[in-house]
């Protein structure tokens, strides 16, 4: 039976506070003991709803996510793993070309270049102002497949793919460009967040002082057709070229009849150069002349470094 201790006086209500057990058991602990009988019910029920109503929360969340899995997310995926399986592969360029779209082509041209070769120019167009792309490439003359060239396109860029002074048996009728190899790379948006005025201060190459002198004129072999064409480069970007390559398309009127290609080693900031190249060929009309870099600025391989452990302008990681 528990004293009642209302009746007691302060002084005895005071030896009772006091007491302590030598055991350690204390007055305070009794009473904890006897709250924690008295409301053990009231505890376990409270637990009870705490832990149904966690359950309710993430069960509803579970059940709320694979119904929308179910009804949208599945048919996402879907279409994802076909784009994928198209593309040929399965590993990391083949999940980056779903974002990009094709190269659009343009036809395939044959020049006549000299005894009995000709020239193959290809016109391609990469839509993608984020995306550029490296591969081999080859072409289907008749029924003859040629070798395989290496190529880029950059983000944004129309270009002509060459294969220049190749033999066939005849003049060719038709030719189909093909890739093989191809990979997609999606530019670094972060170290390079306008991609025009990084490729224009880098491509900062000028070509001046244009000279077309035609076979007939120039006077350089009786035996061939020999025709010269003399420019200046002028490099006013910030960065060495270990080699800037060049391709050289020559025009009467709006028809492509010439082309060739020619590449300067070591081409210094701030430099320019006189440069000479000779076309095999017989052009008896010039209008346009076109030379156009052909480098790939993606690429850290193609700048030369300005001493031994640094270069000139620190290109950033493009990709």
Known sequence: ?????????????????????????????????LWLTENKLKLLKGFSVFLIMVSIITWGYTFY???????????????????IVQSGTINHSAVLSVSAQNLRQGGTLILDSQNGKYDLVASIE??????????????????????????????????????????????????????????????????????TKYKNSLLNIEVADKKFVSARQSGLSDKISLS???FTVANHSSFNYLKANF?????????????????????????????????????NRVDTIEVVPNINILDPGNFLKFNSTETLHELPKAY
Do not use: C
């Open 126 to 195: 990469n839509p993608n102002p984020r995306f550029w792309a490296s591969f081999d490439y080859y072409f289907v003359v008749d029924s003859t497949t040629t070798e395989k060239l290496k190529g880029f396109i950059l983000p944004g860029e129309s270009k002509k793919l060459l294969m220049l002074g190749r033999e066939f048996s005849g003049r060719p009728n038709t030719a189909q460009l093909v890739f093989s190899d191809f990979v997609w790379a999606r530019v670094n948006k972060k170290a390079i967040p306008d991609w």
């Open 247 to 283: 391709d050289v398309l020559l025009y009467a009127g709006p028809n492509l009849i010439g082309a060739d290609q020619f590449s300067l080693d070591s081409l210094q900031s701030g430099e320019t150069r006189g440069v000479t190249a000779n076309f095999l060929g017989q052009f």
């Open 1 to 33: 039976m528990s004293e009642d201790l209302s009746n007691k006086s302060p002084l005895e209500k005071a030896r009772v506070d006091q007491y302590h057990d030598l055991e350690g058991l204390s007055i305070n602990k009794l009473q904890f003991g």
């Open 65 to 83: 996510s694979f119904g929308y899995y179910f009804i949208v997310g599945a048919d996402q995926d879907n279409a994802l793993a076909a784009q």
């Open 228 to 230: 010269q064409l003399a």
